[in-house]
Nanobody, 127 residues
């Protein structure tokens, strides 16, 4: 069955980095777009970034542009989210999701068409 498993979360100080991984199984990663989302305590979920099956990248949150990088390793069936220069406001549960399409959703509807979600991994930025 389709599974998405996130890992790599943890506690880091402001200004440091974390790399999150989303391991996919049960389907061909080459055919689908994968997105990263986050939900901070007391806030709604927001789209962070997406990568299409052709490695075209879209960053949804203005606050992460220039700091976060999404990438995928087709051989390892894994999508990564490299997060640099982290801020306390980046603290959230980060989840990856598969889109029922090879292309990413439009910027104003990042979660549209997502059909499978991982359970999430917590990233905490604090001194």
């Amino acid at each position: 069955q389709v599974q998405l498993v996130e890992s790599g979360g943890g506690l880091v100080q402001p200004g440091k980095s974390l790399t999150l991984s989303c391991a996919a199984s049960g389907f061909s990663l080459d055919l689908y777009a994968i997105g990263w989302f986050r939900q901070a305590p007391g806030k709604e979920r927001e789209g962070v970034a997406c990568v299409s099956n052709r490695d075209e990248k879209l960053y949804y949150a203005d606050s992460v542009k220039g700091r976060f990088t999404i990438s995928r390793d087709h051989a390892k069936k894994t999508v990564y989210l490299q997060m640099n220069n982290l801020r306390p406001e980046d603290t959230a549960v980060y989840s990856c999701a598969r889109r029922a399409s090879s292309v990413c959703a439009a910027a104003n509807t990042p979660a549209y068409g997502m059909d499978y979600w991982g359970a999430g991994t917590l990233g905490t930025v604090s001194s």
